[in-house]
Structures are given as C-alpha cells and as structure tokens.
C-alpha cells in the first residue's frame, strides 16, 4: 500500500479564480442540462454518477485524507436513507426538509463514533475498519427489529418532491449534482487547508502530528463528522430515488465496497481521485445491467480491486503525477534558490530567533517530581529540573534511565503518573501534546519520523501551521524553506524523506523543530549513528541554534559532544537524577561513573 | 420465559454453532496471527469448498470420503496460490484485507453464476439423523462436527507448539528479522501455513454443505461472528479461538431463544466492537 518510491505530491500552488470560474460554469451547465430533455436513462445514469462521485468522496474525506480506513460508510448512508424514510412517511415531513436532519443524524452518529473510538491509539488501519464494519451490521439488525423499518421495508412513493424540474428524475438528478458538488468542493477546499495537511500528517504519522501541534483528536472527530453528514444527505436523497428501501439493501456491503473501490482506484489523496473512480466504475456497472451480466459486472468490480491495490497503490490520480514526475528532467524540476547556508549566526538569529524574549539565565522550564510508571516499572521516579532561558542544558544517563520517557512526558506525549510539567506557570501535564507544541515545545527523533508522504518542504510547513506560530499554508511554506535553507537541505525540499541519507534526516528533523521558532528544542541523540565529520557539522549547527536565542535540551550519549556544548549537565539514572551541574564536574562525580562503568571490585 | 429444556437443548445448538465458527474462524486466526495477513477470501473458500462438496455428493454422487480426501489437497494448493501472490506483490496486512475482499466478491460472483442465488439443500442420510441424548435431541452432523473440530483445532494447537514448523513461524511472526537470521525461511513456512489454513477451510465448507440449506449471501452473514471469534480468542491462538466461538455461539443461540431470530447478529457484532473498542492489544 505505500511503497517508499512514492513521489511527493507536487506542493499546491495559489488557487488560481480561473479555475474556480471553470467549475462553476461546469456545475451551472450541468445544473441545466434537463432543460435539454435528454433521454431518462441518461438523466439516471447521471444521477447515479453523481450519488456515487458524492459518496465516495464523502469517504475520502475521513479515510482517504487521514488514513483511517472505514468499511462503515453504509451505516452513514443508512442512517441518512432511513431519516428520511421514515421522516416523509411517518412525520409527514417535507422531502426538502428531511436532509438537513439526515446529514445531522449521520453527522452525529459519526462524531459519536469518533468520540469514542479515536481515543483509542490502536485503533487504527484493519482495525477500524473492521469496527465500523460491524458498526454497520450493529444498525442494520437493530432498524430490521425496530420500527424503523420492522422488516418489510418502507415505501417511499407517496412522498412528493419539490417541483425543481418537470419530472422528479430532473429535480433527483439536479440533488444528487449539488451534493456531489458539495463534496468535491469540500473535499478540494479541504486538500489545501491546514486541516486537509494535517489529516495528511495524521495518516502518516498520528503521534509525530500531534507532538508538532496538531490537534488530532478534534481533526478526526471533523473528518469522521463531513465524511458522515455529506453520506447521510446522499442517502437521503436516494431514499426518494430508490422509492423502496429495505435494511438488506440499504446497509449492504455494497456501498462500502463500492466507495473503498472508487477511491482506491482514483487515488484517495487527491481531492479529484474518488470522482475519477466514481465515474469508471458507474459507468462499468452501468454498462453490465441485467441478469448474469449484473453478475459479470460485479465479479470484474472485484477483479478492479484486486489489481488496482497490486499495480496501482496509488490509484489513478496519484500514479497520473507519479509519471508526470517521472517525465520531469530532475533538473529542471521547480528552481529553487540552492543555497547550503553554512550556519552563521546571523543567519541564525533570522531563521531561528525564540519567541518572545526570556530573561536570560531565569529558568521557564520547570518539571516538578515526576513520576512515570508502565504497569509497576518506575520509569521516572521523582524527577525535577528546571531549564533556563538561552542556555544548552545537557541530559545523559545511560541506556534505560529514563532519558526518552522524560522527552515524550515534556512533550505531552505521555501524561505523569504524577507531577508537573510547568511552562510560564501552566501545567503541560495533564494537556494533550499539541499544547505543548504551540507553547513552544518542539523536539527531534532519535530515529527520524518524517512524514513519509509529504515531502520535504510540506514535512517543515507542518509544524509551522501548528505549533507556536500558527501560520496561513502560504506562509507557513515560507517559513519551511528559511529552516531549511538553514539546516541546507533546500535544494531537497520537492524530494520525499525517503530519498534523503541518514544524516540529511536527522537535520530534516532539526528543521522541522525550527520551524516553530520554539522557545525550547528537545534534541533527542542528533549524533547517534553519525560520521565524526558529520558530528562536527551538527556541533555547529547546535551552537547556531543556541546562539540565536533558542534553548535547548541536549540529550545525548556522544560525551566529547556534551562537554563540547552543554552549558549545564544532569544525570539520570533508573529514573532519578543522580547529579547535575558543571559539565566538567558532573563527569567526575562518583555516582555518575558508577552509573556508567559499575563499581570497582574490591 | 422459555422451559429449562428448550434453553439445554439452545445451549446445545450454541456450541454446535460455535464448533463451525471455530473450524471457520482458523484459518483467518493463524494467516492472520502469523503472517499479518487478513483473509477474508477465506468465507468464500468456505462456500467454495461447501459447493464443490454439495456439487459432487448431491449432484454427481461421488462418496463423501472421497470428496474430502479429494478437496483437502485441491484447497491447500489454493492456499499456496494466495499465498505466492501477497508474497510476489508484498502485501501488507492493510492491502491483504482489501484483496481478499474483492476475491471474495469475484468468487462470490462465480458460485452465483454457477449455483446461482438460491439455497441448496444437500440430501444425505446424515442430515436428518440425531441421537436422543435424556431429554435432548443431538442431531449426528453436529456431533462430528464438533468432535472433527475438537481434533483440528488441538492437533493446530500442538502443532504451532511443538514442532519445528510451529516454532519458527511463532519465531517469524514476533520479528521475521531475527528469525531469518537464525536461518527460518519465512517464505516456505508461510505457504505451508497458507495451505493448511485454506484447507481447514475446506473442511469447514463440508460441513456447512452438509449440516443445513446453503446460498452465496450466507457468506457475509457469518463474516462478523467469525471475526469476532478470532479476536475475542486471540490472533494465531487455535485453543483461545475455540473458547472463543463456543461462547458466542452460545450467547447467539440464547438470544435466539429468548428474543427473535433476528436479533443474533448483534450479539457477535457488538461484542466485536466492544472487543476492538476495550482489548485492542488483543489484536
């Protein structure tokens, strides 16, 4: 499913109104075509286009853009179909009236479903798929055995339509257009937001996105709530198509099949690709009505899928740009100003200047008697420091001490046992990670975790539109290229991290924590698995960073770095601190060598 | 409320049910618990096998031993083909689940096309026959069923447990690195396993062919109970899988008894998501 070759999406430019123009004289001349009278199948056909280009983009919205794969999509449209059902034949109700509460019905549902079940880390991929799955099943037995529908069925041919168009199948027809062109510009509107980025983010990272400041849990719950509404509209509006709808065929595996179908093969990162699919694959059923041909017709749909995940992982859309890349002398690709900015402090003070101005010296940092324990295991057991402004404050300890859990606690990955984290006097414990992002916490990987669908440059603009500074997408690239112009891996920044050494990732980590003009950095082993020459060059670059006003957490094994840098050095050691002060004297301290050779024989 | 005798004789029914959900649900526990693929081509294996089998018994007269003897192999080798494709293509669990649901469909497809949609019935002296056990009726079938599955899902345990093939694919399931580095050649291990599975599958199909009326649309219905049962009992665990099942065959058959038909599948289905919502390590 995500092959490392992938190339990364071209970075969207600036909407241009020409083509919004376009749109809207396609949606206007769309709108007007049964004044034409063009034959009835035609309209239907359409229509179902429609349904399905609105359904299947509904899905991407959640699934496509934030990786959490539902198979559930038929519960949203379900909800939708029997509001209305049961609406205009029960209540009374006007047709026009129903879809609004059908969206909602489906909206909350899925706001319900997302309330309770992103707050479960692993419930991700395969998972929530076969969750929502059964979530659908869960409605469907419960409406056959209600009075929501009983077990016959509702008939829906009394209801009366609004007299848009002449025959209902124009007024139907012109519905189905307007939602799906409500999904598409909701969907496109979407891909270039900070929301749509961030969902982007989420699927390939959801920890990572949330420790640079994206709030995920309220983005999903978003997500999962558009994704809902707009299926549940579509289904009220087929409701009144259908005119006969029965559980079997309302919450059959059907629509979600068909809609995974659409946008796999479309390409479900791009705004356009469900309706690509969509389009095919009506037009295929289309083509195999009636008898064994239906049959055919779904025997090949399932066919579609089996190739479409083995040869084109990245669906239509995305294998459609992968060649237009490919085709694209490497050369030539967008100039970009190159420049391999050895780091000066100048530069420095531009690309990385804090926030605000700390008093130099007074300590703004301040973690208060943590205590973390895994199921028993002390990982941390009672630790306070405190990190003052303007200074590289060193953290070694060896391995198992409890260096990593304090970094993933500081930045709210992790929430304490027990204790404080304080910054300016806030509590950061207790808060989710993306708040201590956007106070100004930023950290690096050991291992780096760059998203790995995004490129370069999209990877920095990230954490640039979420922590700290909060900025417009426009700007927020901006910013992302003066990181990495410091850092110099601008001449990189089209290229996806997987293309990129070891040591440019490790930097790319570097950028991406720059990016915020954090007021604090949590350097987390940048030497690790470094060349001594490469080493010297981070050195340099961390001096840089400091120099220009940023404070950093300097954790680290490489102990010629430490003494080289640190302004102060704490020890950890079975999750304790065992000593702090002077780098020079810490080391000599005995405890500290015990800790890191054990004790003499006697 | 409904007379002690008829919940015996539910509970009774319950574990039946639940023995076929386990001979079902193995093959996905094992392909799923130890090589991170997810199945669901499996069912139709199921119904495919359970065709063939109504196909040859029913319609062409052939004896029964020899079918099975026959379908074992013929299903393992399919096994090995599945197996050969996510190898070649390097599906991840994620991809596994969405292929083998649009093979589900295309076999789905063929067996209507062949059998078409309506139920078949298989005749054979079997299905009617049952045995008065004290006040309780144990129809024969069942019987064997359970006991077939008792020895399936133990010889699988004890496999997975003591033999050589076991260890290594265990070994190969918690870090396929290290295990390759100790010399355990994930891929021929993962064919074998992908047979076997497949071939549990077949013999499950007897059974469904042979133990009441059987259509296509059947195959999803059992889909989530199924599913259910694997997780609930724990990925690549043949014993926890059989607990597993009998219990919610169980609780499906009591639901019958006391409320509607109707109402069964909310049963394996919230269950399952209770499951996935508060044991999700379970996965």
Known sequence: ?602 | MPSSTLLAQSVLSGVFSGALYALMGLGISLAWGLLRIINLAHFAFVFLAGYLVYQCISVSGWSPTLVVVLALPLFFLLGVALQWLFARFSVDEFASLLVTFGLTIVIESLIQWIWTADVRRMETPLSTWSVKLGPLYVPVVEAILLLVTLAVVVAAWAWLRHTYVGKALRASAQNPVIAAAFGVSHRRLAFVLSGVAAATGALAGVFVAVGSPISPSQMFGSLGVVLAAVILGGLGNPLGLLAASILIGIAEALTMALTAPSWAPLVSFSLLIFILVLRPDRV
């Open chain 1, 1 to 602: 499913m995500r092959p490392a070759n992938v190339q990364a999406r071209p970075v969207p430019g600036q909407r241009p109104a020409g083509r919004i123009g376009a749109a809207v004289a396609v949606l206007v001349a769309l709108a007007c075509l049964p004044l034409a009278h063009p034959p009835a199948f035609f309209e239907s056909f359409l229509y179902l286009v429609f349904l399905w280009v609105a359904l299947a983009t509904s899905w991407t919205i959640l699934s496509g853009y934030s990786g959490y794969f539902s198979f559930g999509h038929g519960a949203f449209f379900g909800v939708g179909v029997y509001t209305t059902a049961t609406l205009t034949t029960a209540a009374e109700m006007p047709f026009l009236a129903t879809l609004p509460l059908a969206g909602l019905a489906s909206m909350l549902l899925g706001v319900g479903i997302g309330a309770v079940v992103f707050r479960v880390r692993r419930l991700r991929g395969e998972l929530f798929a076969l969750l929502t799955l059964a979530i659908t099943f869960v409605l469907a037995t419960i409406a056959l055995n209600t009075p929501i529908d009983g077990g016959p069925g509702v008939f829906l041919s009394g209801v009366s339509l609004p007299r848009l168009y002449a025959t209902p199948a124009s007024t139907l027809y012109l519905m189905a257009l307007l939602v799906a062109a409500l999904a598409l510009a909701l969907a496109w509107q979407l891909q270039y937001s900070r929301v749509g980025r961030a969902l982007f983010a989420i699927a390939d990272d959801e920890d990572v996105a949330e420790v640079m400041g994206v709030p995920t849990f309220s983005y999903k719950l978003r997500a999962i709530g558009l994704s809902a509404g707009l299926a549940g509209i579509a289904g009220g509006i087929h409701a009144v198509f259908v005119t006969y709808v029965t559980v079997s065929e309302t919450f059959s595996i059907t629509v979600p099949l068909y809609v995974v179908l659409m946008s796999v093969m479309g390409g479900m990162r791009r705004w356009y690709g469900p309706a690509l699919g969509a389009i095919v694959v009506t037009a295929l059923t289309y083509a195999f009505v009636g008898g064994e041909w239906a049959l055919a017709g779904r025997a090949l749909i399932g066919l579609t899928l089996i190739l479409v995940i083995l040869f084109l992982p990245q669906g239509f859309a995305g294998s459609m740009s992968s060649l237009r890349a490919r085709w694209q002398p490497r050369a030539a690709r967008p100039a970009m100003p190159v420049a391999h900015v050895a780091p000066r402090p100048s530069t420095a003070s531009d690309a990385v200047s804090g926030v605000g101005s700390d008093g130099a010296g007074a300590p703004f940092l301040r973690c208060e008697a943590i205590h973390m324990a895994f199921k028993g295991v002390k990982a941390l057991d009672g630790v306070s420091l405190e990190v003052r402004a303007g200074e590289i404050l060193g953290l070694v300890g060896p391995n198992g001490s409890g260096k990593s859990t304090l970094v993933n606690v500081i930045t709210g990955l992790l929430h304490p046992t027990a204790g404080q984290v304080l910054l300016d006097g806030i509590d950061l414990a207790r808060l989710p990670a993306h708040r201590a992002a956007r106070a100004g916490i930023a950290r690096t990987y050991q291992i780096p975790r760059p998203f790995a669908r995004l490129s370069v440059l999209e990877n920095v603009a990230l954490p640039a539109m979420f922590g700290g500074l909060q900025l417009a997408p426009a700007e927020a690239l901006e910013r992302a290229r003066e990181a990495l112009a410091f850092v110099g891996l601008l001449d990189r920044a089209a290229d996806l991290p997987s293309m990129l050494n070891l040591h440019q990732r490790k930097f790319l980590e570097l950028a991406r924590a720059l990016a915020i003009r954090p007021r604090v950095v949590l350097l987390d082993e940048v030497l690790a698995g470094l060349t001594p020459a490469e080493i010297d060059s981070a050195i340099a670059m961390v001096r840089s960073i400091r120099d220009a006003g940023t404070t950093i957490l300097f954790i680290e094994h490489n102990m010629r770095a430490v003494l080289a840098l640190t302004d102060r050095l704490i020890v950890l050691n079975q999750g304790r601190v065992i000593a702090q002060g002077r780098p020079a004297d810490v080391v000599r301290e005995p405890q500290v060598i015990e800790a890191y050779l054990g004790t003499a024989a006697c």
